[in-house]
């Protein structure tokens, strides 16, 4: 019988989007649900971006551009990486995709050889495994430990790396957990790469989302030799409330990026035009839409943190980035719920979504059994609600 290749029957399709499409189901037959699942901002893209999206349109800026995004969009992305990040690329050296998301799997298509290795700390966002198995790649997982806050221990790095190593995919401030990595861990993990010498993919695209002054410091911007190996990803999506327009962005070493051109040419082309020229102005303004949005997400944090560790049976710790908390809800499993015994946080996902139309996702997701994520950013009426129906769901087991 005919069969689909070996490699698209290793794929799971992601998790984050089908409790997405499951809860937005849910919503569409009438049910109240509470969304905590999928990770995107509440807010409106601003107003002076949307502003630029329609001239470029009238203007008819609605051609092919060039695959790696036009020169005006790279050059303001390079003014991005030096001001933020103290980097220094030319415009040869930035590639625009559709999405972060593209931009990671096109690095992965242009670092991969088929059987390399591919470390990841875990937990871990939803797509890197399944990226790295697209690519050709193995996944190799670095655990993190939750009494380390879940941020990666950079001997833990080391012990795994093996003759097929190829690269490191990090990710601060990190999805699902929100540790950031400090300047000194992620020097210890840059001069690892360095003597054993593996690429790093930096993801890098909550670096905006930080509370209680915590420093975002990209991997690349400690030192050239680091820099020389690296791929900084970033993207519009979480910084200016974008998900839907599709613009990510890589920097890294011309020969890297004009491979990851290569690939990009003959998949998808550039990214959308018009979406293009709306990040050019995104990037040209922006902050004080951007420090609204901050404020909103830590006060959030805050709440949906106390209110969870107010809930017997639940706990949260205070995450110091991104939009994400890690509920523990190991104290739920092996308890019932009407009958049925909650084994996994699948199973305690599952309930309460059927049960109190609560959307989360459930941790192995992202390779940690016993906690579900939780993405904050909703507003604080629907984060209190959310708890409450998941306080009542907890006082209901058995
Ligand atoms: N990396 C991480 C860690 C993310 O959470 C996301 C959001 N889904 C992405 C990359 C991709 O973002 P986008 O493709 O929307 O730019
Ligand atoms: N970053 C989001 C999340 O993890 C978006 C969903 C996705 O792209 O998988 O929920």
Same mark, same amino acid.
């Given at each position: 019988?005919?069969?689909?290749?070996?490699?698209?029957?290793?794929?799971?399709?992601?998790?984050?989007?089908?409790?997405?499409?499951?809860?937005?189901?849910?919503?569409?037959?009438?049910?109240?649900? =509470?969304?905590?699942?999928?990770?995107? +901002?509440?807010?409106?893209? +601003?107003?002076?971006?949307?502003?630029?999206?329609?001239?470029?349109?009238?203007?008819? $800026?609605?051609?092919? &551009?060039?695959?790696?995004?036009?020169?005006?969009?790279?050059?303001? =992305?390079?003014?991005?990486?030096?001001?933020?990040?103290?980097?220094?690329?030319?415009?040869?050296?930035?590639?625009?995709?559709?999405?972060? $998301?593209?931009?990671?799997?096109?690095?992965?298509?242009?670092?991969?050889?088929?059987?390399?290795? %591919?470390? =990841?700390?875990?937990?871990?966002?939803?797509?890197?495994?399944?990226?790295?198995? !697209?690519?050709?790649?193995?996944?190799?997982?670095?655990?993190?430990?939750?009494?380390?806050?879940?941020?990666?221990?950079?001997?833990?790095?080391?012990?795994?790396?093996?003759?097929? &190593? $190829?690269?490191?995919?990090?990710?601060? +401030?990190?999805?699902?957990?929100?540790?950031?990595?400090?300047?000194?861990?992620? *020097?210890?993990?840059?001069? /690892?790469?360095?003597?054993?010498?593996?690429?790093? /993919?930096?993801?890098?695209?909550?670096?905006?989302?930080?509370?209680?002054?915590?420093?975002? %410091?990209? /991997?690349?911007?400690?030192?050239?030799?680091?820099?020389?190996?690296?791929?900084?990803?970033?993207?519009?999506?979480?910084?200016?409330? !974008?998900?839907?327009?599709? /613009?990510?962005?890589?920097?890294?070493?011309?020969?890297?990026?004009?491979?990851?051109?290569?690939?990009?040419?003959?998949?998808?082309?550039?990214?959308?035009?018009?979406?293009?020229?709306?990040?050019?102005?995104?990037?040209?303004? #922006? *902050?004080?839409?951007?420090?609204?949005?901050?404020?909103?997400?830590?006060?959030?944090?805050?709440? =949906?943190?106390?209110?969870?560790?107010?809930?017997?049976?639940?706990?949260?710790?205070?995450?110091?980035?991104?939009?994400?908390?890690?509920?523990?809800?190991?104290?739920?499993?092996?308890?019932?719920?009407?009958?049925?015994?909650? *084994?996994?946080?699948?199973?305690?996902?599952?309930?309460?979504?059927?049960? $109190?139309?609560?959307?989360?996702? +459930?941790?192995?997701?992202?390779? *940690?059994? #016993?906690?579900?994520?939780?993405?904050?950013?909703?507003?604080?009426?629907?984060?209190?609600?959310?708890?409450?129906?998941?306080?009542?769901?907890?006082?209901?087991?058995?």
């Amino acid at each position: 019988m005919l069969q689909i290749s070996r490699r698209a029957a290793q794929i799971a399709p992601s998790a984050t989007l089908a409790i997405d499409a499951r809860a937005k189901a849910l919503k569409a037959e009438g049910k109240d649900v =509470i969304g905590f699942g999928v990770g995107e +901002p509440d807010f409106d893209t +601003p107003a002076y971006v949307r502003d630029a999206a329609h001239q470029a349109i009238e203007a008819g $800026k609605t051609r092919y &551009t060039p695959v790696a995004g036009t020169l005006s969009l790279r050059k303001k =992305i390079a003014e991005k990486f030096l001001r933020d990040n103290g980097l220094v690329y030319e415009p040869s050296e930035i590639i625009v995709s559709s999405g972060a $998301k593209q931009s990671i799997y096109t690095a992965l298509c242009a670092l991969v050889d088929e059987g390399d290795e %591919v470390l =990841i700390p875990s937990p871990y966002w939803v797509s890197y495994p399944e990226m790295v198995k !697209m690519a050709g790649g193995v996944p190799v997982f670095v655990p993190c430990r939750h009494e380390d806050g879940f941020r990666v221990r950079p001997e833990e790095i080391a012990r795994r790396v093996t003759g097929r &190593t $190829k690269a490191l995919l990090l990710n601060s +401030p990190s999805n699902p957990n929100g540790c950031v990595l400090p300047r000194k861990t992620l *020097e210890e993990i840059a001069a /690892i790469a360095v003597e054993k010498g593996f690429y790093v /993919i930096s993801d890098e695209i909550y670096e905006k989302l930080v509370y209680d002054g915590c420093e975002h %410091v990209s /991997i690349a911007s400690l030192g050239e030799k680091i820099k020389a190996q690296t791929v900084v990803v970033n993207g519009a999506s979480k910084a200016y409330a !974008m998900t839907g327009w599709r /613009i990510g962005y890589a920097g890294g070493p011309a020969q890297i990026v004009k491979a990851m051109t290569a690939f990009q040419s003959h998949s998808s082309s550039n990214a959308c035009s018009v979406s293009q020229y709306a990040v050019e102005a995104a990037l040209s303004g #922006g *902050e004080e839409e951007l420090a609204d949005m901050v404020r909103a997400f830590d006060a959030r944090r805050r709440l =949906i943190c106390r209110l969870i560790d107010e809930t017997p049976g639940l706990a949260a710790d205070l995450p110091e980035g991104a939009f994400y908390v890690m509920m523990d809800v190991r104290a739920a499993l092996g308890k019932r719920c009407e009958g049925v015994t909650i *084994e996994s946080s699948h199973d305690f996902a599952s309930l309460l979504l059927e049960k $109190k139309c609560v959307a989360v996702v +459930p941790g192995e997701a992202f390779g *940690e059994a #016993g906690f579900v994520r939780l993405s904050y950013a909703v507003g604080e009426d629907k984060i209190r609600e959310g708890v409450r129906r998941m306080a009542e769901f907890m006082a209901s087991l058995t």
